[in-house]
């Protein structure tokens, strides 16, 4: 009995060790490690694909000038096809890994196929705007070109541009689309055979 005492005091008097608390895990300190609202993102998409699209312009302004003037002085076209394949590469690149960053594909080959496919696109709506005012309507003047061409037809196909490259190009779910594979076959251990 006195052995049973005095493991009750001794139990008594002995320390506690007492566990902190637990909570839920910290996601970190990092501002882009927080989620953020739909519409801050949104903002910041917009603006970084007018940066890109900025900077590929003058891409393409600096590539076609500086083809024209050097290797294809004669052929203003291919300089421009030429201009045109290199800013719309930039552009890939930067929208890839700036404004789209978190949402790129692993499979790159596919996201840049769908890439140009979008940018023929948009590069029809802005053609289309400018045949509609010029053969159509009627306005014939470099002006009303300018402002069918590369005022409507920009502002049209940019919006078109933007809205394909988030919910096509660079969407969520095309990390997740896969091609379907073809049915297995299995062998079934009796007969060494396929089933």
Known sequence: MRRDIETETTRATRPRTVEPPR?????????????????SRLIGQLASFGLVGGLAFIVDLVVYNTVRATVLQDSPIWSKVVSVAVATAFAWLGNRYLTFRRDRSPHAVREG???????????LIAAGCLFVSHY????????????SGNGVGLVLGTAFRFAAYRWLVFSPRSRTLRLPHPARRTVRPDTGGPS
């Open 23 to 39: 909570t839920a895990p910290r996601t970190g300190t990092d501002p882009a490690a927080q989620p953020r609202p739909a519409g």
């Open 136 to 147: 159509v309507l009627g306005f014939t003047s470099q002006l009303a070109d300018n402002i």
């Open 113 to 123: 196929i769908l890439f140009a496919v979008v940018n023929v696109v948009g590069l």
